[in-house]
Structures are given as C-alpha cells and as structure tokens.
C-alpha cells in the first residue's frame, strides 16, 4: 500500500516546529530530547535494496551518500577532499598516499582512523559483490599512522577517482561493526536500518521502511559543523506515482523529486512555487546490436541502420529537449567526451546505400528488439526506429520485457539471443573505462557486453588508457579516441543521447545542486531553508 503522509518523527510535529519527544543514537535506539524544528523531504519513486556500503549497487545510494563519506568528492570540475585532505603518488601511479582529515567522527562516537579505511576497503573487496571491482588495482595497503594510509598497486589507476565511486568507497567504522561479528552479521545489522558512517546525517532505525519512507536525523557531531538554516531531519519518500509527486512538490508536501512527467515541465518552469534544475548527467541509452547473428554479423548492416536514426527527432520528442544526441559512447563532460568525434547522423540515404552493398537492397530481413517494460522513453525509441527501418524493408519486432528476464536472454546463447537490446548505462564512478570496458571489451563469459563485440586492437587502447589517466590524462584520452573511433567504425551499438537530470525543488529550499557522479542523490548537507 502506498503511503503518502508523512510519518513519524515527521507527524510528530516536525513542520511545524513542535519539540520532538526523542531523539536516535547511530544505532537508532532512543536518546535524550531534543529540539528538531525542520524537515526537508525528497519524494522519490523506488524502494531501497539494502544499506551495506560494501555491496550496495542500486538505487539505495541516496541513503548511503547522505550517511557514509568517501576519501575523495567528485565534482563535474573535479577531485575534492572528502575524508582525505590530500593525497600523492609516485611517478608511475602505482603508489598512492592518502592524508586523512582529523577529528572526524562516526555515528557510533568512534574516531575516524587509516584502520577504518584499510578495513572497509578490505571487507568490499572480500565480499566480492557489485561494485567490489573498483578496487582490483590494489595489491596492498599500509597503515603508515592513524591519518596516514599508502595504497600499492597491480597497476596504474587513477585511485583518487576510484576513491570517489558512488558504489563501494564508502568508509565504515571497523571498530564497532568488527564487534557484531561476521560480514554476513554485518549486514543484517546494517540492513536493520543502522549504520555506522561519518556523513552529516544518522538513519533513524525505528522509522526505516525500505518501501515507504526513511527518517535521517542530523548528527550533531559532524566534523562539517551546522548552520541554523539546514535541515535537522531529511526524509526519503516512496512515492512511485509521478503525477502524485508532482502535486505533492507544487504544494510544498515535499521539498524535492525528480522523473516528473517531461511534459508537464513547462508548465512547472511558470510556476512560482517551484524551480527546475536540469543538468547533464553521466547516463547514456544505448542498443546493442548481435554482433555474432546474421544479418548483424555484417558490419555495412550495422553501419546502414545507425545511419537510419533520427537521432535530433528523438530527443525532441522522447525527451523533449532534456538532453542532447549522444556523441559516441562517453557522455558530455567526463574524460573520454570528444565533440569532434565522426559520428552517425540520420542519412536515409547512405542507409539504403549501405543495405545494397552488404547485399539486402531491399531489407527483408526481420529483428528483434528487446527493452526494459515499464520505460516510456526506451517504448517510444523503440517504435520510432521500427517505423524509420520499416522504410528499409526491416521488420522489428518490438519486445518489452523486464530487466531480469531481458538481461538472461542475452546472457544466452548469441545464436538464440535478441538482435537488439535497449537499455542505459551510467558509471560506477565516472571514468571512461566503465562503459566501454564493460559493455564492449571482448569478455570470456558474456556480462554487460550485450552485443557479443570482440576486437583485440580496441581493448589494448582502453587497457593502456586506464593505466593512465592518474598520471598521464592527455596520453589516456588519446587512446581513449582511438577505441571510439573503432567502435564508430565497427558499430556494433547505436548511441542514442544523453537525457538531462531533470529535479523540480520547492521554493521554501536552497542550496540543491546536482552531481552526476552521484546518481539520484540529493546532498541533504547542501540545502538549506529559503
């Protein structure tokens, strides 16, 4: 059952400046009194998975990020210190040293130390689940004093930029969580609705429910101090309608939310009562051809139908102008984005020249297409590039299916798979090589390659610009080129664009600003009362 009022220590008289009765401990257990005086509340409209900062890899980063820090904070201009203050490396980047903030707190009223550090690192990597991957560059680390912490690496890696994912590099107190028991422990604990971060704000475990709301309390500890006009509680709504999301930003009910009906946008810019922020993010959809399945075997067919997009039309119309036609596989704004780069654009023409000479001048062929149900863009691409190659004689099949059922599908046999499949991709942490390594680089057992591509020249360029992009960012954006450029070439994916984020925030707030390397979330630290 959907519930759309505001519970508990929201109820309680929060709005409205009433005292509290209680207050939470890290833990969420019951303290003494105090005064909570306001609320900001983010409608938003899916349930949470869990809250282990190890194995999270969804969407319940909008808990985490606003409760665990990071070592180091991206920015779209940039690394920032987060619980690192600086850092270094040796020449070939693989020695990494860290200097630590001092005097940070966690939740539990332990002090942040390199052994916290060394341990959450080690225990995401022992898991080995969801975004474990980020930190196989590591060989050691060594704990040189309490705010001191060397990383020895496999290989050179832009650590500081792994050091800021928004999935997996979240540092957790290891004294206390070491107490519970084992990593199995630890989570079920965590997944209690407890934590054990440094960020701003405590997860209120008595008012946690990951399908209908959860309660952060600020932590009056917090090594960033407060100001009189930020929030004291933030709250995570669930609210899957979007209609009810909007009429609920509008009239104040929540303060901020995000995938609002794109039409109803300009009627929301004219209202006086809100603002919409929108701004490039780090999320690109794609279609994956079946490179190892006639007739997409042939590179001119592939090459004849990513000229056979409308690409413009698409933006104008699915996102209605909230967002831009991809250029390549990179978005705009990270490492690996080349404006210049030679790309498809909607040629009719040379798709029908192309089609001749793979040797099907007039189609008459039949594909099947494959998206995520329940996505209205994905729905409307598909049906707009149906109708564009249907004047090539290609008939596509149009096939909604949900994500796990679409995702085993490809994971079949190439010969018996989909011969398109839609989807989005966005970074673990923003840097070149999570997309097209994962979604290009030729791989033993078929994971996120979905179009089954294999080209031995194209993962040596993005193998070798890896390694350089913490020492050498200009000789790592050259290769980087050079792999598009063979993806443009071989096509084996259409680009389709890029969709803004697109967040509707209410008057009575201030101080919200978007970062695409932290997908969905809203930095509660950051706002403050209008």
């Known amino acids: 059952m959907l519930v759309i009022t505001v519970m508990g220590v929201v109820a309680s008289g929060c709005l409205s400046g009433q005292e509290s009765t209680s207050t939470s401990t890290a833990s969420g257990e019951t303290s003494t009194p105090e005064k909570t005086t306001n609320v900001v509340i983010y409608g938003y409209g899916s349930e949470m998975i869990t809250l282990d900062p190890s194995t999270e890899f969804s969407n319940s980063i909008v808990v985490l990020a606003n409760v665990y820090e990071c070592l180091v904070k991206y920015t779209p201009n940039g690394l920032e210190p987060w619980l690192a203050t600086s850092w270094e490396s040796n020449e070939n980047g693989t020695v990494w040293t ?6 940070v707190k966690f939740h539990t009223g332990n002090t942040m130390t390199a052994e916290d550090v060394k341990w959450s690192i080690e225990r995401t990597l022992r898991m080995g689940l969801g975004p474990a991957f980020i930190w196989d560059p590591i060989d050691k680390m060594e704990v040189v004093d309490d705010y001191t912490i060397k990383f020895y690496l496999k290989y050179p890696a832009n650590l500081p930029l792994i050091a800021s994912s928004a999935y997996g590099a979240y540092i957790m107190d290891s004294k206390y969580l070491s107490t519970i028991g084992d990593d199995n422990a630890i989570a079920d604990w965590l997944n209690q609705g407890q934590d054990a971060g440094t960020g701003p704000y405590i997860i209120v475990k008595d008012k946690y429910d990951p399908k209908t709301e959860i309660v952060l309390k600020k932590f009056d500890d917090y090594w960033g101090g407060w100001s009189g006009d930020q929030f004291d509680i933030a709250v995570i709504k669930i609210v899957p309608d979007a209609s009810l999301r909007e009429q609920m930003v509008t009239s104040g009910e929540i303060q901020i939310t995000r995938d609002l009906p794109l039409d109803d946008l300009p009627k929301l810019q004219e209202n006086p009562n809100v603002k919409v922020d929108q701004t490039a993010s780090y ?29 413009k039309d698409i933006v104008d119309y699915v996102l209605h102008g909230y967002g831009e036609v991809a250029k390549g596989p990179i978005p705009k704004g990270m490492l690996g984005y080349f404006e210049d780069l030679s790309t498809y654009t909607y040629d009719p023409d040379k798709a029908k020249q192309l089609l001749a000479q793979a040797g099907y001048p007039n189609g008459g062929f039949k594909l099947l297409l494959t998206y995520t149900q329940g996505d209205e863009a994905e729905a409307k691409v598909a049906e707009i590039i149906k109708a564009e190659w249907k004047k090539l004689g290609v008939d596509v099949e149009i096939r909604p299916m949900n994500w796990e059922q679409q995702w085993a599908l490809a994971k079949s046999d190439p010969s018996n798979a989909q011969d398109i499949l839609m989807m989005y991709w966005w970074p673990t942490y923003p840097t070149p090589y999570d997309f097209l390594f994962n979604m290009f680089h030729c791989e033993p057992e078929i994971n996120f390659n979905l179009c089954y591509y294999c080209n031995d020249e194209f993962d040596k360029a993005i193998d070798e610009a890896v390694t350089l992009e913490g020492i050498d960012p200009d000789k790592a954006a050259q290769l980087y080129r050079k792999a598009e450029e063979i993806l443009m070439e071989d096509a084996p994916a259409i680009f389709f664009y890029n969709p803004d984020d697109v967040y509707v925030y209410h008057k009575s707030i201030t101080g919200f600003k978007d970062n695409p390397g932290y997908p969905q979330v809203v930095f509660f630290y950051d706002l403050h009362k209008a």
């Open 98 to 103: 860290f200097h630590l903030r001092k005097g």
């Open 283 to 311: 999320q690109e959809l794609y279609a994956f051809f079946n490179t190892k399945k006639e007739p997409l075997n042939n590179k001119l067919v592939r090459q004849a139908l990513s000229y056979a997009v409308p690409y």
